[in-house]
């Protein structure tokens, strides 16, 4: 099922179990899924609508450019997934039977969109910064502010046609058991694209690696090229993380819906994968980019507007700035 979907309906992980042998090992993963689909994951949305709010605003003011207008519009796109989820969360909590249902449907197709649209930017992401290195001279030529936005558009696109057999499936009914339409889904949306970063990836990295072994040592102590570590190293901590979340999150969706009784316990970890994936950029950034930490700094006051004065932490800051 898809992603918001899979975290809103912990009952049906009892269809896993045929006999009585497995209850209470099924009472026991519906509740690690409850605690976590209740009230960590409702955590995780908090701490990725901050933290991706920040990251639009930062990179903002970073200025023009491609990587920075594609790790924007991903920012947006992981923000409004959380925010659905959220919104999702607390319909059905706070109105149960009585909440309408083409907001909870809505509220969980829009995020379903945002967060599959996240993942073709992230393709996208990845295939410029493999061209920045594979091909510095033809990067100002391939890599244009005008092609990030074809980008965006060319994966909300993608997201939305992706996503049509699901929507047609709230009016007409077809697939019950999901077998058919799930494996596509999870091959579009999760595998293909970390097939593709996968790849670009390792072409940069390796690329790079016969790069600075060719510069010298003395070139190599060059700021620029420090600061080119800096951004390598943030963004294949960032993709490793994006395939290796989506990876699994996929292993464990197709296995519970061919009925591998063995990956019951594990189905509440899909929400903790999922959470981290979406709210660890922030964190990426500010640990492995100077420039986001400078644009950041510079942008304080800014954020300190919020803050009550008089807290002595908040006054040193507003000093410092």
């Known amino acids: 099922m898809e ?16 006999d009585n042998d497995c209850d209470d090992t099924m009472t026991s993963s519906d509740q690690l899924m409850t605690v976590f689909t209740g009230i960590i994951f ?36 992981e923000a409004t997934h959380g925010a659905c989820f959220l919104a999702q969360k607390l319909l059905l909590a706070y109105c149960g039977a009585t909440c ?39 990067m100002r030529v391939l890599c244009t502010l005008e092609r990030a936005r074809h980008v965006i558009v060319a994966s909300a696109i993608c997201a939305a046609v992706k996503e049509i057999p699901y ?43 016969r790069l600075r072994g060719q510069l010298g040592v003395a070139l190599r102590q060059r700021r620029r090229h420090r600061a080119d570590d800096h951004v390598v190293r943030m963004l294949l901590v960032l993709l490793a993380i994006f395939v290796v979340t989506n990876v699994y999150c996929a292993a464990l969706i197709l296995l519970r819906i061919y009925d591998v ?18 709210c660890v950029n922030f964190f990426l950034y500010v640990a492995m980019m100077p420039d986001y930490r400078a644009a950041l700094r510079a942008s304080a006051p800014l954020l300190l507007a919020y803050v009550p ?13």
């Not at 901050?50 to 991903?74: D, E, H, K, Q, Y």
């Not at 929507?167 to 579009?188: A, G, H, K, M, S």
């Not at 009784?261 to 979406?278: D, H, K, R």
């Open 100 to 138: 309408v249902p083409c907001l909870v449907i809505g509220a969980e197709k829009v995020g379903d969109l945002a967060f599959y649209t996240a993942n073709y930017i992230v393709v996208g992401v990845s295939v410029f910064r493999c061209i920045a290195i594979v091909a510095p001279l033809r």
């Open 261 to 278: 009784q063995a990956v019951a316990p594990l189905l509440f970890t899909e929400p903790i994968a999922i959470g981290v994936n979406s």
């Open 167 to 209: 929507w047609v499936r709230i009016v007409y009914p077809y697939d019950p058991t999901l077998r058919v339409l799930e494996p596509i889904n999870q091959t579009l949306g999760r595998l293909l694209p970390c097939a593709a970063v996968a790849a670009t990836t390792g072409v940069a990295v390796v690329s790079y690696r």
């Open 42 to 77: 409702p955590i995780f949305c908090g701490v990725n609508i901050v933290g991706n709010s920040i990251n639009v605003g930062v990179f903002t003011r970073m200025g023009a450019g491609p990587c920075r207008l594609l790790l924007r519009a991903l920012a947006v796109a």
């Open 3 to 18: 992603p918001v979907a899979m975290v809103t309906s912990a009952v049906t992980i009892h269809f896993l179990c045929s």
């Open 309 to 321: 004065v008089g807290h002595a932490w908040s006054e040193n800051l507003r000093a410092a700035n």
